[in-house]
Every structure is written in C-alpha cells, then in structure tokens.
Antibody, heavy 119, light 110 residues
Framework: EVQLLESGGGLVQPGGSLRLSCPAS????????MSWVRQAPGKGLEWVST????????YYADSAKGRFTISRDDSKNTLYLQMNSLRAEDTALYYC????????????WGQGTLVTVSS | QSALTQPASVSGSPGQSITISCTGT?????????VSWYQQHPGKAPKLMIY???NRPSGVSSRFSGSKSGNTASLTISGLQAEDEADYYC??????????FGGGTKMTVL
C-alpha cells in the first residue's frame, strides 16, 4: 500500500522558513516523480512544485519560484520542500503527491500538513 | 498563472448524469492530453478519478468518464449516487512547464 506522510508544518512568522518532509513507502520511491500541492483554507488546489525521479529536474509555480526548493533523498525515501521568505498567502494545507506534470496524474496523496504564516 | 475555468457548482438527482466542464487555452487543455480530474470530500485528501483526459485509475467506478474538445475538458458522472457529492477539480499541463488546476466545482446530489 502506498503511504505518504507529510510533516513539518506549523505556525511561522512572515519572512520565516519551514521545511516540510514526506517519507514514502509502499513503492519504489526513486522511480517516481513527486510533487507538492497546497490548498488554502476554504480554497481550491494549487500546484506548487515537482521533482523528477532522478532529482535532476525541478519545476515551480510562479508563486514558489525563488522562495521554495523541492528536493528528495532516495536513500531515505523522502521528499522535502524548503520554504523561505514565507508570506501570509502561503498559509495552506500542503499535500505531498506521487506523480508529476504529465502522465498518470497525481495517483496518490498524503493527508497534508498545515502551514500557517502569521504574526 | 491563471486557473482553468470550472463552474462553481452543479447539481443532479440520484440516477441522473451530470457533466462538469473545464475550460483552458491553447497553451494547456487545447494542446496537451494531460488533463486530470480529482474528487475531494470535505476534510479529505483529493482522489484521482481521471488522468490523461479519459483514463480511469484502477478502482474508480466506470460511472466516471472524461473527454476533451478543443480547449474544454469534461467530466461526466452517470448514475449519480449520494457518495458522489464532493468538490471536483481539473488540472492540465501547461506549455510553460507548469501545471494548473481549475477553481473547483461543488457537486450536489439533490
């Protein structure tokens, strides 16, 4: 069974940083493109970032470019999202998902970790 | 990055069929067959219902089908059931090397 378990969310002040983690199990992690998708309270889904199975290619939404960094550690079967210069509008539930921009869609999702940016 | 356009809400009675539209541009839906649909119940993570316009993942009911014409993709739910009441989101690859979601549609079973 595929399992994705996000962690690392919390309350942070504007301008602060957080690192989200998503350990994965139930599949060969290194073979899959992985992504982060977020959902602001009461709002719709927003794609944030994607990393290829090799880690060689990364993609970012304009809202994340220059502030967020996606990475992976295949030895630990874990996906990361380093978030810097956080803003109030980054407040959201952050989901880890298996899949990328094109084929197959986001086939599996975690339950999300809540990031709240507020003073 | 502007979102794909979906109706805010749709409704139907049990047993009926409904269709949710998802309108993009020639930079996304109109050019690429990488359109997906997701179902989200309140307080739950999204669930993939359709990928690559019309493909159903294993375990998804055949009552769900997808199609595309020009810049508009569609999700059809036939034989509506109470459990289908949820929010539905479309997504598409965009030529800038990004992915865009629709604003979401609240589907109500009357």
């Amino acid at each position: 069974e595929v399992q994705l378990l996000e962690s690392g969310g919390g309350l942070v002040q504007p301008g602060g940083s957080l690192r989200l983690s998503c350990p994965a199990s139930g599949f060969t992690f290194s073979s899959y493109t992985m992504s982060w998708v977020r959902q602001a309270p009461g709002k719709g889904l927003e794609w944030v970032s994607t990393i290829s199975g090799s880690g060689a290619n990364t993609y970012y939404a304009d809202s994340a470019k220059g502030r967020f960094t996606i990475s992976r550690d295949d030895s630990k079967n874990t996906l990361y999202l380093q978030m810097n210069s956080l803003r109030a509008e980054d407040t959201a539930l952050y989901y880890c998902a298996r899949g990328g921009l094109t084929v197959d869609g986001f086939q599996h999702w975690g339950q999300g970790t809540l990031v709240t940016v507020s003073s | 990055q502007s979102a794909l356009t979906q109706p805010a809400s749709v409704s139907g009675s049990p047993g009926q069929s409904i269709t949710i539209s998802c309108t993009g541009t020639s930079s996304d839906v109109g050019t690429y067959n990488f359109v997906s649909w997701y179902q989200q119940h309140p307080g739950k993570a999204p669930k993939l219902m359709i990928y690559e316009v019309s493909n159903r993942p294993s375990g998804v009911s055949s009552r769900f089908s997808g199609s595309k014409s020009g810049n508009t993709a569609s999700l059809t739910i036939s034989g509506l059931q109470a459990e289908d009441e949820a929010d539905y989101y479309c997504s598409s690859y965009r030529s800038s090397g990004t992915l865009v979601f629709g604003g979401g549609t609240k589907m109500t079973v009357l």
